[in-house]
């Protein structure tokens, strides 16, 4: 049955209330509790890319490239860049004869062995640096340096004004005066670049795909197990908090012990947890997907910004609520439509964003508690604590005004305006059935009062007749009485005569 708009209007605000313990609760394990135990985020992430390594500062540099960033800040020794058998090279490549710079043929004796790309050159390259130095030290960059593709046989006077210049400055400079030959030089400077190029690109690919698998598979599984564990967590404490909840409203059942009741209320939310946890494999794999990809975006950014380690939680963070919300607006479970998963989809992206402006705002907030004297060793524990109600608070309230305004788009005015009508009908329909009930009552009593007034009528006819009863019995009473009257009169006459006879009688026979 479809729900009106005031209908569902309640029932998101009932909802509301609903998912701010829920979100408060996600929060505060979440991205403010479990991440914050599992992860250690450092400026610039986990992976030191080339744009970070060319900072001055170490501080957005990996551990392990902390030493040939400082190596690349050193001043120039040529005698780290030499190569043990230049010598026996520069014997065979002179042995040739011919200048490589300008093509004329002269004596072994009178070349000498020139690096293209000067050895200077490459001491200050921060990509040789970070491409060959880590690990094996500066062996690659000498076995680069001193590789057939750099070196040319080259006039003393060359070689030794060129010194450790740039080739390409060097000849637009002197060409005419050494007579070089434009075309060699260009082939000798791209073959040079080309082999350099190479090398410090595929190195570096190399170099940076192996750190990506390695720190971006750590990431997976620490996310993976993060979102497992959240999962888990949430449903027991939220099962706990709803038992004891009825625990203390209804309290112990008759013939239970109070330890009876907990532990089976303790065995139900268990048993709930369990049922949790193929849900938490599933979120297992889809944190295992975001974390391994908020690595990689990590990267990538940091090859044309440095993110400070705020930035590279909030990015480990919101990569899997954009994962989530992508995933749902573009592959809608099959029991929503487009425009509910749309509506869900925009429910995390809100969470997301409120999320990673917590993450901005928990430093500030932990250095302001420090500066209050009897929060200061609390402020670590709080911060996170205190961040994750106001962003669970709040992304509940984003969500709610946004089934708000899906419900307003859904519902038109016109729909509103029958919505109420229908309301209003409703009403009227209630008001006229208690009318109804009202009038049968009423109908009922008039009734009774007819029923009354006639037994009255009947009970006064009744009356009537026994007056008139009384009358001609009272008459009767009044005739009886003058009638014994009468009679007690002469009753009277008879006994005085009576007894006048007997003293006539006593006297006649006392006379005898």
């Known amino acids: 049955m479809d729900l009106t708009y005031e209908e569902c209007k309640q029932q998101r605000l009932k909802k509301l209330f609903d998912d701010c313990q829920q979100q408060v609760l996600s929060q505060i394990i979440g991205p403010f509790g479990l991440s914050t135990a599992m992860f250690e985020d450092r400026n610039g992430g986990n992976v030191t890319t080339l744009h970070n390594f060319e900072r001055e500062e170490a501080d957005y540099i990996a551990d ?192 239970k012990t109070l330890f009876e009741e907990i532990r089976q209320r303790l065995m139900r939310v268990i048993a709930s947890v369990i049922k949790k946890i193929p849900d938490a494999v599933g979120q297992m794999f889809q944190g295992g997907v975001s974390g391994f990809m908020s690595n990689l975006l990590t990267f990538l950014l940091n090859n044309f910004l440095s993110t400070a380690k705020r930035f590279v939680t909030m990015i480990r963070e919101g990569m899997l609520g954009l994962f989530r919300a992508f995933k749902m607006i573009f592959f809608p479970p099959k029991h929503m439509t487009a425009q509910q998963a749309l509506q869900e989809g925009l429910k995390i992206l809100a969470t997301v964003i409120v999320t990673s402006v917590g993450m901005l705002l928990n430093e500030s907030i932990a250095t302001f508690m420090a500066t209050v004297p009897f929060l200061k060793p609390f402020a670590d524990m709080l911060t996170p604590v205190l961040l994750g109600i106001a962003t669970g608070l709040l992304s509940a309230f984003l969500a709610y005004q946004i089934d708000t305004f899906f419900d307003r788009s859904r519902f038109s005015l016109s729909e509103k305006y029958m919505d109420e009508m229908l309301t209003h009908s409703k009403r009227r329909e209630e008001f006229a059935s208690e009318l109804v009930t009202l009038s049968e009552s009423s109908l009922g009593n008039i009734e009774n009062y007819s029923n009354a007034i006639t037994q009255y009528q009947a009970i006064g006819s009744n009356l009537a007749t026994a007056s008139i009863s009384t009358t001609a019995t009272l008459a009767s009473l009044e005739r009886t009485n003058k009638e014994t009257a009468v009679q007690v009169a002469r009753s009277t006459a008879l006994i005085s005569f009576i007894n006048e006879s007997q003293s006539e009688i006593d006297d006649f026979l006392k006379s005898l």
Not at 83 to 95: C, I, N, P, V
Not at 148 to 163: A, C, F, M, P, Q
Not at 239 to 252: A, C, S
């Open 64 to 255: 392990k490239d902390k030493a040939s960033h400082a190596k690349s800040l050193q001043d120039y020794q040529r005698k780290e860049y030499e190569s043990k058998d230049f010598t026996q090279k520069s014997q065979r490549l002179r042995a040739e004869g011919v200048d490589g710079y300008t093509g004329k043929s002269m004596d072994a004796s009178d070349m000498d062995l020139d690096h293209v790309t000067s050895l200077n050159t490459l001491s200050k390259n921060k990509k040789v640096h970070l491409a060959l130095e880590t690990g094996d030290g500066v062996e690659k960059v000498v076995k680069m340096a001193n590789a057939d593709e750099n070196l040319v046989t080259t006039h003393k006077s060359i070689n030794r004004s060129k010194g450790a210049g740039e080739l390409d400055t060097f000849a637009d400079k002197n060409g005419e005066r050494f007579e070089l030959d434009p075309e060699r030089v260009a082939e000798a400077k791209k073959r040079s670049d080309d082999h350099i190029s190479k090398t410090l690109n595929s190195a570096l690919m190399k170099k940076q795909g192996k750190e990506i698998l390695q720190t971006g598979g750590k990431q997976a599984l620490q996310m993976g197990m993060r979102q497992a564990l959240g999962l888990l967590l949430t449903e027991l404490i939220n099962g706990l908090f709803n038992e004891f909840k009825v625990l203390i409203q209804h309290g112990v059942k008759l013939g």
